[in-house]
């Protein structure tokens, strides 16, 4: 069964909405780690849209759960994150016009240059994931880097219409999850996951982490961080198979 990973960025969104001081990313973390998460998950981006330096730092001084760092594959971020030292990062694509990020690492053609970044963190006691789509092709490529874990992208999945077109994406997932197990992969997943499309993503056998951020937060709001974890924690317990 997948265990729960809280993206609090969006909450760092809302703080600098005004650069104040509220609502705080670290005790959003505090809030989902008493609801059950078992990961907290932040991205640092080079432009420092939402996530601040100051946030990482702290964040690693005060989370009990895994820290999970989404990073683009830079100098700076490879030094940031080999000076803070998270739990595990999380190599992304980052675009800087982009709302969120938008797709899968780009990896193949690439595994060298990856394989010396992953090479890097890891000297630093850094577990490292790629957040990749989904393509049972590129799976060799992806082992070819060194990295213990994938995180598959499901936007694809849950921007699919219910039907055909949601059952093909979903089958995409369950195929790549095979084969990056067999590869010695580590299985991951996020991005557009909520308390509806959740459930199918939370059953494909081997999927061990599940990234959720926008909908817990806008859960939230309404609700209560604290609550909103809890629910999603529940739903996961009792979809996965």
């Known amino acids: 069964m997948p265990h729960l990973g809280v993206n609090i960025d969006h909450v760092a969104t809302l703080r600098q ?10 005790w959003a973390a505090v809030e989902a780690e008493l609801a059950g998460a078992r990961c907290i998950t932040l991205h640092l981006r080079e432009d420092r849209r939402h996530i601040q330096d100051r946030d990482l730092r ?14 683009a594959v830079t100098d700076e971020m490879v030094a940031v994150a ?26 193949v053609g690439r595994e060298k240059r990856l394989a010396d970044a992953v090479r890097r963190l ?10 990749v789509a989904p ?36 089958a995409r997932l369950g195929e790549s999850a095979r084969l990056a197990q ?35 937060v806008s859960r939230a709001v309404f609700v209560g961080l604290r609550r909103a974890v809890r629910e999603m924690v529940r739903l996961i317990e009792r979809l996965a198979g």
Do not use: W
Not at 17 to 26: K, L, Q, S, Y
Not at 122 to 131: M, P, R
Not at 135 to 155: L, P, S
């Open 122 to 131: 890891q000297e630093a006691g850094i577990v490292v994931s790629l957040f």
């Open 182 to 216: 067999e590869a010695g992969l580590v299985v991951h997943a996020g991005h557009g996951l909520n308390y509806v499309n959740v459930g199918p993503v939370a059953d494909i056998p081997g999927m061990t982490e599940l990234n959720i951020g926008h909908s817990i």
């Open 135 to 170: 393509e049972a092709d590129a799976v060799e490529a992806y082992a070819a880097t060194g990295a213990e874990a994938v995180e598959f992208h499901t936007g694809d999945y849950a921007n699919a219409a219910a039907g055909a077109e949601r059952d093909r994406e979903l």
């Open 82 to 107: 080999c000076d803070v030292r998270p739990d595990q990062a999380t190599l992304v694509p980052e675009g800087r016009e982009e709302i969120t990020t938008e797709g899968g690492l780009a990896v």
């Open 17 to 26: 909405a005004r650069r104040g001081v509220e609502p705080d990313p670290v």
């Open 58 to 71: 702290l964040l690693r001084q005060t989370v009990q759960v895994k820290l999970n760092l989404e990073m």
